[in-house]
């Protein structure tokens, strides 16, 4: 389709996103100091636009325009779609009574959805393709009333405007928001959000209209649900979806220019629907992504070549992303250049780390830096690669000097990975197994436990920060988590849980204590990244072999299991969550890094077994999550990723029991792939989904010990024993009681201790519940 000049060019170079959370991670304050009580909607929002505003003048200084539509306004208080719902009204059943008059919510209102109130769960959160970002799942049914409710996308620009920027305001696309949300408890049986695609178009093409007449030159439509093939919605469905909604709004008279941006793999069949459309730009993620081939439309329209990897830190080769951006002239004239995707998924600035090894710090780019590199490939398109010669120079050599330094090669670590035989990734049967920890560890009907971490207070933070600063000996620090550690076993023993945890008191984090202790990795002090709403992490830094010089955990839980006679589990992280949960290398597959880890993960069970630990979990909550968009990808990764967890935990004994947890993900795609694992036992999410996973369990079969979950630790409310005994039967009536275990749904680390304390008491109530009931049943 031949595309109107009526609008101003697209800028030369972008992003699709900048990290929203801020330096130092200003909004994450706010917004809990917010939900405390201990600062006004008023100042909340000052602090957030102190925030935009301050982005805004970094992203020029980095070389972003002013006044070109090239700063996207991307801000969030909490989550993309959540926004997007907030936006066209569609607030569910449950959630009504927080709209006001014209369907507006308020901020009070707007993070009840996220973290629920009362009897009235939360949103589901799962997580946002293949990143560890979690986004909020809308409930969408014939019900839902569509209305543009929300315009703080509007008031978002004309605040820039104000403040002397022309900006591009960012939203979900209408079709992604459709595919990525689930029928509402009110729809019927086969319906599909979807369907409801011709009610929520009008919604956008007002909101398009609001900004138009607002100054708005360029609107960021985002449409990643486009490039995965992991949604249960047909193709051609979503195909025709596309089609629909941009021809619509394409043709609105009054509208700004469209960008829409598909991020995290190739649009392959989409992209011929939507270049014959009427938007004026298309995205492309050419690092996860291919180059396509001509496609008719492209020609009109401007490309905007995703080159600067916007999902991880490093550097890259600056170089070949020029070529890529340079040669896609042979299918447009227009080419523009941008990240990958979002800026959100990395640290704000690597200027920012004293601590980092100066060598290291050269082969990486975090969100600033990534920012300068899209200038700087930018000035190279408008002026000619001659122009920017000793920047893409400057890349190479540091691209050179990584290949080559200490430690990026092990020989040692390579020998060990090379040697492997298929007998290093099996254990013995399951049946001999069950019997040998039958007798081993004695555990009653149903039994009870935690999936790791207990709360993590102010003081234990405190401890640790003084610890850092060295204000505090490592002597009295380690006095304070045994006292911790003291503290949170009675604590379980009094509540009558099964099995003991210790807590986890000492570590900051389940990935990157780990990268504290393994060669091969560095960390950061200030690479926060959101995972979720105000939850932030900081990705520890794979960069080269991995080994263990050192037993990691062993001396915290042996320690615990001499405070009580029940059996502790021993706590790791696994080799798949690891990976998933830092930045890692990119100069080799992901499934030699993965057996790196696994081994000295094996290492670490086999000195947990010798000390006495008879339990022993390895966390792969990242298992779904790293599973490829493109099915043509993933028998790979279940392989490689399957592997590696069983590489780690073969070594173990019979009368050993290894557990794995996952959380917040759709399950039953690769249910197959949990199943392989060969856990003993496998704790699950399912409290936020209510028990929806169930269904996949009793559909495919699962002949393993399960927990799922009955407790979201997600959001601050305090389950009852009678909805926590209505979990549990549902999960009896899937799960055979005998392999039925009760568990949250995931650690307890950012609970706090009254509610965690009162919710595990209702847990126990529900499961003594449970078991009276089934043991009549039997009886009867």
């Known amino acids: 389709m031949t595309h109107t000049s009526a609008f101003p060019a697209f800028p030369a170079g972008t992003i699709l996103g900048y990290p929203r959370i801020g330096p130092r991670r200003q909004l994450k304050k706010a917004v809990e100091a917010f939900w405390a009580g201990s600062v006004s909607a008023d100042e909340l929002e000052a602090t957030a636009a102190a925030l935009r505003q301050s982005t805004r003048k970094r992203l020029v200084q980095l070389g972003l325009g002013r006044d070109d539509s090239s700063i996207p306004e991307s801000f969030s208080y909490y989550d993309q779609m959540l926004d997007a719902l907030s936006t066209v009204g569609a607030v569910p059943a449950r959630f009504a009574h927080l709209r006001g008059a014209d369907g507006h919510l308020d901020l009070a209102g707007y993070f009840t959805l996220a973290r629920g109130e009362g009897e009235n769960p939360p949103l589901e959160m799962t997580k946002w393709f293949d990143t560890n970002y979690h986004y909020l799942v809308p409930e969408i049914g014939p019900e839902t009333e569509f209305t543009l409710a929300g315009t703080r996308l509007v008031r978002e620009f004309e605040e820039a405007k104000a403040a002397g920027f022309l900006t591009r305001p960012v939203i979900v696309g209408p079709v992604t928001f459709l595919l990525l949300s689930k029928p509402s408890d009110e729809a019927p049986a086969g319906f599909s959000p979807l369907d409801r695609l011709d009610d929520l178009v009008p919604v956008y093409a007002a909101l398009l209209q609001r900004l138009r007449a607002a100054g708005a030159e360029w609107v960021q439509l985002d449409e990643p649900a486009l490039v995965s093939e992991s949604i249960d919605i047909p193709r051609t469905d979503a195909l025709a979806g596309l089609r629909f909604a941009y021809n619509t709004l394409g043709a609105l008279a009054e509208r700004p220019a469209l960008f829409v941006a598909a991020p995290y793999g190739s649009l392959d069949d989409a992209l011929p629907v939507l270049a014959i459309t009427p938007v004026e730009a298309i995205g492309l993620d050419l690092v996860r992504g291919s180059v396509p081939a001509e496609t008719p439309g492209l020609d009109t329209t401007t490309l905007v070549a995703g080159v600067i990897d916007g999902h991880n830190i490093w550097r890259g080769d600056l170089a070949a992303a020029f070529d890529t951006a340079a040669g896609l002239v042979r299918l447009s004239p227009r080419i523009s250049v941008s990240t990958s995707t979002s800026l959100l998924h990395v640290p704000h600035d690597v200027d920012d780390e004293s601590a980092l090894d100066d060598d290291l710090k050269t082969w990486l780019a975090f969100a600033d830096q990534k920012v300068a590199q899209v200038a700087t490939l930018a000035r190279g398109l ?45 254990r013995g049967a399951y049946a001999a197994r069950v019997a040998a920890q039958e007798m081993a560890l004695g555990l009653p009907f149903l039994p009870t436990t935690t999936i790791g971490s207990f709360p993590q207070t102010g003081d234990i933070r405190r401890a640790r920060a003084q610890l850092v600063r060295g204000v505090l000996s490592t002597a009295d620090y380690r006095d304070l988590m045994r006292a911790e550690i003291r503290r949170v076993v009675s604590l379980q023993e009094d509540i009558g849980l099964d099995v003991i945890v210790h807590g986890e008191p000492e570590r900051n984090d389940m990935v990157q204590y780990f990268a504290e202790n393994l060669d091969g990795f560095a960390v950061t002090e200030n690479g926060w990244v959101q995972s979720y709403g105000s939850r932030c992490v900081r990705p520890s830094i794979l960069w080269g072999d991995v080994s263990r010089p050192r037993p990691i955990t062993v001396e915290w839980s042996a320690f615990t299991q001499g405070l009580t006679p029940k059996p502790v589990k021993g706590m790791l992280t696994g080799p798949v969550t690891i990976l998933a949960w830092s930045f890692v290398r990119d100069d080799q597959p992901l499934g030699e890094t993965a057996r790196q880890v696994a081994l000295a993960l094996r290492d670490e069970i086999a000195d947990l077994e010798s000390a006495g630990i008879q339990i022993v979990q390895v966390d792969e909550p990242a298992l779904r999550e790293l599973l490829p968009l493109k099915q043509k990808d993933q028998a790979e990764y279940l392989d490689w990723s399957v592997g590696s967890f069983r590489l780690a935990t073969a070594g173990a004994a019979a009368a050993t029991q290894i557990h794995t947890h996952l959380c917040y993900s759709e399950f039953g795609v690769v249910i197959d792939a949990i199943r392989n694992l060969d856990a003993d036992v496998t704790s699950i999410e399912a409290a936020r989904s209510r028990m929806e996973v169930v269904g996949d369990i009793r559909s495919q079969g699962f002949d393993h010990g399960i927990g799922p979950g009955v407790w979201d630790i997600h959001s601050p409310r305090v389950p009852s024993v009678s909805e926590l005994t209505d979990l549990l039967e549902r999960a009896a009536a899937a799960i055979p009681a005998t392999r039925l275990w009760v568990n949250p749904d995931c650690g307890l680390k950012t609970r706090g201790y009254t509610e965690t304390v009162q919710s595990l008491h209702n847990m126990l109530a529900a499961t003594r519940i449970l078991r009276a009931r089934l043991t009549s049943s039997v009886s009867a």
Request: no cysteine; aromatic share 2%; hydrophobic share 50%.
């Open 382 to 426: 408008s002026l000619g690669r001659r122009a920017i010669e000793i920047d893409l120079s400057a890349a190479s050599a540091a691209l050179d000097a990584r290949g080559v330094a200490p430690g990026v090669h092990d020989g040692a670590v390579r020998v060990r990975a090379d040697a492997l035989a298929p007998g290093d990734f099996t």
